[in-house]
Nanobody, 125 residues
C-alpha cells in the first residue's frame, strides 16, 4: 500500500509559479512511476506530467510543455511539479499518482493504482 500526500498548492496570479510536492509512504518508491493529473470543476481528470522510476524519461501534456517540470527525489520519496508561467486554465485540483512498472502508460489513469487527496491550484488575473 502506498499513501501519497500532496502539498504546495495555493493561489497565484497569472504568470506566477508554484511547486507542488508529493510525498510517498513506501520504502520502494524508486520502483514506482509517478504522475500528476488535474481536474477542473465540471471536467474530467486529465494527465499533466509523469516520470518513470529510474529518473529517466518524462512525459508532459501538450498544454504544459515548456512551462511545467516534473522531477523526483528517490532519497526523499518525493515527486515534484514545478509550474511556471501559470495561466488561468491551469486552475484545478492537482493529484499525484503512483504506478507499478508493469504495463505502465504514463497518460492512462487506470495505470495508476495509488492516488493522493489532491491539492487546489488557483490562478487568477
Amino acid at each position: 500500500q502506498v499513501q501519497l500526500v500532496e502539498s504546495g498548492g495555493g493561489s497565484v496570479q497569472v504568470g506566477g509559479s508554484l511547486r507542488l510536492s508529493c510525498a510517498a509512504s513506501t520504502r520502494t518508491f524508486s520502483t514506482y512511476a509517478m504522475g500528476w493529473f488535474r481536474q477542473a470543476p465540471g471536467k474530467e481528470r486529465d494527465f499533466v506530467a509523469a516520470i518513470n522510476w529510474s529518473i529517466g524519461a518524462t512525459y508532459y501534456a501538450d498544454s504544459v510543455k515548456g512551462r511545467f517540470t516534473i522531477s523526483r527525489d528517490n532519497a526523499k520519496n518525493t515527486v515534484y511539479l514545478q509550474m511556471n508561467s501559470l495561466k488561468s486554465d491551469d486552475t484545478a485540483v492537482y493529484y499525484c499518482a503512483a504506478a507499478g512498472r508493469r504495463n505502465w502508460d504514463p497518460h492512462h489513469i487506470p495505470s495508476y493504482g495509488y492516488w493522493g487527496q489532491g491539492t487546489q491550484v488557483t490562478v487568477s488575473s
